[in-house]
């Protein structure tokens, strides 16, 4: 018996087969049907059955004997065209053959429109834009080196990770004195270092809140080696190891933007996983905006906290052991999702789906992009990011489901927003406020109906027929 594992795929077998899915599900389905003989079987069956439909669109191959038989009908006629054919006592005859050969015609066209309107290419249905926005995002954390544990954690939720036992997180307490204003600039150099050029290893907790409003946790094991990359081993609610990727180094960012928060430090230091972290904090519009703990010898966050407009944690993420200096990458690791660096943006063609990437969004400078497909199935992945707040903007070829436009807020996780374009979705997903959503999405495309209409089905279907679809 298929379990509710399986549940969540089979509505995608036969799109998986007909190599119709996004490039982002067919990933899922792939990674699914290794684990799953059952569904794996159904997929072999699913083409077993289309190898036997394209079998029978093969053309009939006529008798010898018709053309012949054919000419003993038409007789000392069957060399002249229809309307001069026969005269006097034989034009009823000429009238019917002129009859039956428009009725002919008319039969062969609209066989034609029916076939090409049954073998047209429907365009992909992008059924559920806010997931994907959220692990398009989480990719983009994972691979730019912000957020790394984070990105791994939602990115391996989405594929099935049983987080730890729910908990009501509050603010981590401490006692440092007296918060000191520090500028913006030198807030966002110290923020900005993310720990580029350190080697450690150790063991980080991710606290992601639900819809429900409660903390689930999962452990990453993060082994990074300054100048090669990183690995990111999730485990699940069990402790048992889930998912293991290798990130290769790509750094963030190459400018740095105004954030309009006030930013502050304190007089003291804490202590993180047993070193000392000096804490930066940021306040907007009247509350706390987040907290970082940063290592007072390197720079490296040991400590962050996001927080809700009432002060409450809505993501906390931490070492609870770490070791600088040390750090041993796995050889098993798989990358997740290869994006190249902002400076490869120099080459022709490297912008596809969208009118125009621009290389700032939302004041925040363009530091990783990526693009797969062929065709008309071209998807591009751009990231923005100043190392505090980072934008993820994807280009997917298909129609968005129920409406032109969706969007999300929820607490707690990367808020989203959705649009179609054409013959394509855009979508947008940032850690950032509203205003810096606002500001992304007035910058790209404008909402624009999908326009495959009767004609386009029709091309699509010509397209097929003759073998150029």
């Known amino acids: 018996m298929r379990g509710n594992d399986c549940r969540r795929y089979e509505d995608d077998l036969s799109g998986f087969v007909d190599r119709t899915l996004p490039e982002r599900r067919v990933n899922q389905v792939s990674e699914h049907l290794v684990r799953c003989p059952e569904c794996s079987a159904a997929v072999d069956e699913l083409r077993r059955v289309r190898s036997r439909l394209?079998?029978?669109?093969?053309?009939?191959?006529?008798?010898?004997?018709?053309a012949e038989r054919l000419q003993n009908i038409a007789g000392n006629e069957c060399d002249q065209p229809l309307y001069l054919a026969g005269d006097g006592p034989r034009?009823?005859?000429?009238?019917?053959?002129?009859?039956?050969?428009?009725?002919?015609?008319?039969?062969?066209?609209?066989?034609?429109?029916?076939?090409?309107?049954?073998?047209?290419?429907?365009?992909?249905?992008?059924?559920?834009?806010?997931?994907?926005?959220?692990?398009?995002?989480?990719?983009?954390?994972?691979?730019?080196?912000?957020?790394?544990?984070?990105?791994?954690?939602?990115?391996?939720?989405?594929?099935?990770?049983?987080p730890g036992a729910a908990t009501q997180l509050s603010p981590r307490t401490f006692d440092l004195g007296q918060a000191v204003p520090i500028d913006e600039n030198n807030a966002m150099i110290r923020l900005g270092n993310n720990g580029q050029s350190i080697t450690y290893s150790g063991r980080q907790r991710v606290w992601l809140m639900d819809g429900d409003g409660v903390h689930r946790p999962n452990d990453v094991e993060v082994d990074v080696v300054a100048g090669e990359g990183a690995t990111l081993a999730v485990l699940d609610g069990t402790g048992e190891r889930f998912l293991s990727w290798f990130v290769p180094t790509m750094g963030?960012?190459?400018?740095?933007?105004?954030?309009?928060?006030?930013?502050?430090?304190?007089?003291?230091?804490?202590?993180?996983?047993?070193?000392?972290?000096?804490?930066?904090?940021?306040?907007?519009?009247?509350?706390?905006?987040?907290?970082?703990w940063l290592d007072d010898d390197t720079g490296l966050p040991?400590?962050?906290?996001?927080?809700?407009?009432?002060?409450?944690?809505?993501?906390?993420?931490?070492?609870?052991?770490?070791?600088?200096?040390?750090?041993?990458?796995?050889?098993?690791?798989?990358q997740p999702y290869p994006m190249e660096s902002v400076s490869s943006a120099n080459t022709s063609g490297w912008c596809v789906g969208l009118p125009e990437c621009p290389l700032e969004l939302g004041g925040l400078p363009l530091v990783a992009h990526a693009s797969s497909g062929e065709g008309q199935n071209v998807y591009q992945r751009l990231v923005?990011?100043?190392?505090?707040?980072?934008?993820?903007?994807?280009?997917?070829?298909?129609?968005?489901?129920?409406?032109?436009?969706?969007?999300?807020?929820?607490?707690?996780?990367?808020?989203?927003?959705?649009?179609?374009?054409?013959?394509?979705?855009?979508?947008?997903?940032?850690?950032?406020?509203?205003?810096?959503?606002?500001?992304?999405c007035k910058a790209l495309p404008k909402p624009q109906e999908n326009k495959y209409g009767l004609l386009e089905r029709?091309?699509?279907?010509?397209?097929?027929l003759v073998g150029i679809g």
């Open 54 to 66: 394209n079998s029978c669109r093969a053309a009939a191959t006529l008798p010898e004997t018709l």
């Open 91 to 162: 034009r009823h005859s000429r009238g019917g053959r002129l009859i039956r050969g428009g009725m002919a015609a008319t039969v062969a066209l609209a066989t034609l429109m029916m076939l090409s309107l049954a073998l047209a290419k429907e365009p992909a249905v992008v059924g559920d834009p806010v997931r994907a926005a959220r692990e398009q995002y989480s990719l983009a954390l994972t691979t730019i080196s912000v957020g790394q544990g984070v990105g791994a954690v939602q990115w391996a939720r989405e594929r099935g990770a049983r």
């Open 252 to 292: 963030c960012c190459s400018s740095l933007a105004e954030t309009g928060w006030q930013f502050y430090t304190y007089q003291s230091s804490d202590t993180v996983a047993g070193r000392s972290a000096s804490v930066v904090e940021a306040r907007g519009d009247g509350h706390l905006v987040a907290r970082w």
């Open 302 to 334: 040991l400590w962050v906290e996001r927080y809700d407009t009432t002060g409450r944690p809505t993501l906390v993420f931490g070492f609870v052991s770490i070791n600088i200096g040390t750090a041993q990458l796995a050889t098993d690791s798989t």
């Open 384 to 440: 923005y990011s100043d190392g505090v707040r980072t934008l993820s903007v994807s280009w997917t070829p298909g129609v968005l489901a129920g409406g032109i436009r969706v969007s999300d807020d929820s607490p707690g996780l990367p808020q989203v927003s959705a649009w179609q374009v054409g013959d394509g979705v855009v979508s947008v997903a940032t850690n950032g406020p509203r205003a810096l959503m606002a500001e992304a």
């Open 458 to 464: 029709m091309g699509s279907g010509l397209g097929r």
